[in-house]
């Protein structure tokens, strides 16, 4: 039975989560800046549909990318090679979350609803949230955000309006963290397009057990800075 969390009811533990549909846990509760740091330390993550309760998932398995793991096609590197472009760290966060939330050709609408972006944006401004943007001409042509804790990375979506914007972004990122010492970055559920990438499928009890020390590792806290030679 899927349990229903009131503003004070801890989670239930991830075991719990249904398998069908994969890994839902629990409802209720609210976006607070509290709720979704303690959900995230421990592997969980809302997505929900507009009109919905908050709906709070823990798949298994779980879609990771470990740095060192990251694959560059041949045709990446020489997109990344040619530096027509200009990759940004946290100088527009919200326009990234709201080009995220532009429905794709195949959906109705969309799941980051302006509460969401709310409640990311608050956890932005207090240095746990950030975005990598791909700058083309002068303009946000793609990006990414997510949540880091610790040493560990939680994307959440990615957005692109000219080819390869967002991949620039995702490399970046990538290359980025491992310099910081970041231990996984959780893509939650697999796509054909984070499998390319590097992103491999593990079971949610190991994801989980690495968070347990990663979280409480060093990260980075603030805005976020990128080295200018990760293109190489």
């Known amino acids: ?104 050709p195949s959906q109705d609408g969309t799941w980051i609803s302006a509460d969401m972006i709310a409640a990311y944006c608050t956890l932005h401004r207090m240095g746990i949230a950030h975005s990598v943007e791909t700058w083309i001409d002068g303009e946000l042509a793609g990006g990414l955000y997510g949540i880091a ?19 620039i972004a995702f490399v970046h990122l990538v290359r980025q963290i491992e310099r910081w010492e970041f231990g996984v970055i959780d893509c939650q559920m697999r796509t054909h397009h984070l499998a390319s990438l590097g992103g491999r499928e593990i079971s949610r009890a190991d994801f989980v057990s690495k968070l347990g020390y990663l979280v409480n590792c060093g990260g980075v806290i603030g805005e976020w800075k990128l080295d200018h030679d990760l293109a190489r």
């Open 1 to 104: 039975m899927l349990q229903w969390l009131n503003p004070d009811d801890p989670f239930p533990s991830v075991e719990r989560a249904l398998h069908e549909p994969n890994g839902l846990l629990a409802a209720g509760a609210d976006l607070s800046v509290s709720r979704l740091i303690d959900a995230y330390s421990r592997g969980i993550f809302p997505w929900f549909n507009s009109g919905q309760p908050v709906l709070w998932w823990s798949p298994d398995p779980r879609m990771v990318l470990f740095p060192r793991e990251l694959k560059v096609s041949r045709s990446l590197r020489k997109v990344l090679r040619n530096r027509e472009y200009e990759v940004r760290a946290d100088t527009s966060f919200e326009a990234v979350m709201q080009g995220c939330a532009q429905p794709r």
């Open 149 to 167: 804790i610790g040493g560990a990375f939680f994307g959440e979506s990615m957005f692109t309006r000219i080819a390869d914007a967002s991949k």
